[in-house]
Protein backbone atom coordinates (compact mmCIF):
# COMPACT_ATOMS: atom_id res chain seq x y z
CA UNK A 1 0.00 0.00 0.00
CA UNK A 2 0.61 3.70 -0.28
CA UNK A 3 -0.74 6.93 1.03
CA UNK A 4 -0.47 9.98 -0.25
CA UNK A 5 -0.75 13.24 0.89
CA UNK A 6 -1.32 16.65 -1.39
CA UNK A 7 0.05 20.04 -0.68
CA UNK A 8 0.53 23.21 -2.58
CA UNK A 9 -3.53 24.22 -3.68
CA UNK A 10 -4.27 27.78 -2.93
CA UNK A 11 -6.08 30.72 -4.37
CA UNK A 12 -4.03 32.64 -7.33
CA UNK A 13 -4.87 35.09 -10.11
CA UNK A 14 -5.45 34.15 -13.69
CA UNK A 15 -1.64 33.90 -15.00
CA UNK A 16 -0.30 33.24 -11.96
CA UNK A 17 1.33 30.07 -10.51
CA UNK A 18 1.12 27.11 -7.83
CA UNK A 19 3.51 23.71 -7.27
CA UNK A 20 1.30 20.70 -5.87
CA UNK A 21 3.13 18.15 -3.99
CA UNK A 22 2.20 14.76 -3.29
CA UNK A 23 4.44 13.04 -0.91
CA UNK A 24 4.24 9.54 -0.86
CA UNK A 25 4.61 7.12 2.33
CA UNK A 26 6.77 4.85 0.54
CA UNK A 27 9.50 4.54 -2.03
CA UNK A 28 8.03 5.63 -5.58
CA UNK A 29 11.05 4.53 -7.15
CA UNK A 30 9.32 1.58 -8.21
CA UNK A 31 5.64 3.00 -8.93
CA UNK A 32 4.66 2.59 -12.41
CA UNK A 33 3.50 5.65 -12.56
CA UNK A 34 2.35 8.57 -10.89
CA UNK A 35 -0.05 11.23 -11.81
CA UNK A 36 -2.20 14.12 -11.34
CA UNK A 37 -5.95 14.39 -11.72
CA UNK A 38 -8.53 17.50 -11.15
CA UNK A 39 -12.57 17.23 -10.76
CA UNK A 40 -14.10 20.44 -10.74
CA UNK A 41 -17.63 20.85 -9.72
CA UNK A 42 -20.32 19.31 -11.55
CA UNK A 43 -17.40 17.56 -13.58
CA UNK A 44 -15.70 14.13 -13.92
CA UNK A 45 -12.35 13.36 -12.85
CA UNK A 46 -10.12 13.81 -15.47
CA UNK A 47 -6.24 13.56 -15.90
CA UNK A 48 -3.91 16.15 -15.84
CA UNK A 49 -0.38 14.53 -16.17
CA UNK A 50 1.27 11.13 -15.71
CA UNK A 51 5.31 10.31 -15.08
CA UNK A 52 6.25 6.79 -15.28
CA UNK A 53 8.45 5.12 -13.23
CA UNK A 54 11.29 5.58 -16.41
CA UNK A 55 10.31 9.47 -16.53
CA UNK A 56 7.92 9.69 -19.20
CA UNK A 57 5.67 12.21 -19.22
CA UNK A 58 2.18 12.56 -20.51
CA UNK A 59 0.07 15.21 -20.32
CA UNK A 60 -3.67 16.68 -21.06
CA UNK A 61 -4.44 18.87 -24.28
CA UNK A 62 -5.58 21.91 -22.34
CA UNK A 63 -1.98 21.82 -19.96
CA UNK A 64 0.70 21.25 -22.44
CA UNK A 65 2.89 24.18 -22.16
CA UNK A 66 1.77 25.34 -18.87
CA UNK A 67 1.99 22.39 -16.45
CA UNK A 68 4.99 20.48 -15.76
CA UNK A 69 4.80 17.07 -14.03
CA UNK A 70 8.56 15.74 -12.51
CA UNK A 71 9.50 13.74 -9.43
CA UNK A 72 12.17 13.69 -7.11
CA UNK A 73 12.84 9.86 -5.79
CA UNK A 74 14.63 11.31 -3.27
CA UNK A 75 12.05 12.65 -1.24
CA UNK A 76 9.15 10.06 -2.37
CA UNK A 77 7.38 12.89 -4.12
CA UNK A 78 5.90 14.14 -7.27
CA UNK A 79 5.27 17.63 -8.11
CA UNK A 80 3.11 19.56 -10.47
CA UNK A 81 4.07 22.92 -11.59
CA UNK A 82 1.78 24.93 -12.51
CA UNK A 83 2.26 28.31 -14.90
CA UNK A 84 -0.04 30.46 -16.75
CA UNK A 85 -3.11 29.59 -14.32
CA UNK A 86 -6.65 29.71 -16.37
CA UNK A 87 -9.98 30.28 -14.41
CA UNK A 88 -10.66 27.00 -15.83
CA UNK A 89 -8.09 25.07 -13.91
CA UNK A 90 -10.09 25.48 -10.86
CA UNK A 91 -10.87 22.13 -9.26
CA UNK A 92 -9.68 19.69 -6.61
CA UNK A 93 -6.54 18.24 -7.65
CA UNK A 94 -5.84 14.44 -6.87
CA UNK A 95 -2.64 12.23 -6.96
CA UNK A 96 -2.83 8.91 -8.02
CA UNK A 97 -0.35 5.93 -7.65
CA UNK A 98 -0.80 3.36 -10.48
CA UNK A 99 0.94 0.38 -8.33
CA UNK A 100 1.28 -2.53 -10.44
CA UNK A 101 2.09 -6.30 -9.15
CA UNK A 102 1.94 -9.89 -10.97
CA UNK A 103 -1.39 -9.82 -12.64
CA UNK A 104 -2.64 -6.77 -10.96
CA UNK A 105 -3.01 -3.30 -11.21
CA UNK A 106 -3.84 -1.00 -7.82
CA UNK A 107 -4.47 2.79 -7.58
CA UNK A 108 -4.52 4.87 -4.86
CA UNK A 109 -5.56 8.08 -4.16
CA UNK A 110 -4.96 11.41 -2.25
CA UNK A 111 -7.21 13.66 -0.23
CA UNK A 112 -7.00 16.38 -2.77
CA UNK A 113 -6.11 20.29 -2.78
CA UNK A 114 -8.39 22.48 -4.01
CA UNK A 115 -6.77 25.17 -6.60
CA UNK A 116 -8.99 27.99 -7.21
CA UNK A 117 -8.03 30.75 -10.19
CA UNK A 118 -9.70 34.06 -10.31
CA UNK A 119 -10.34 36.41 -13.24
Known amino acids: QVQLVESGGGLVQAGGSLRLACAASRSIFSINAMGWYRQAPGKERELVALISSGGSRMYADFVKGRFSIFRDNAKNTVYLQMNNLKPDDTAVYYC?????????????WGQGTQVTVSS
Open 96 to 108: NADVRTVGQRDDY
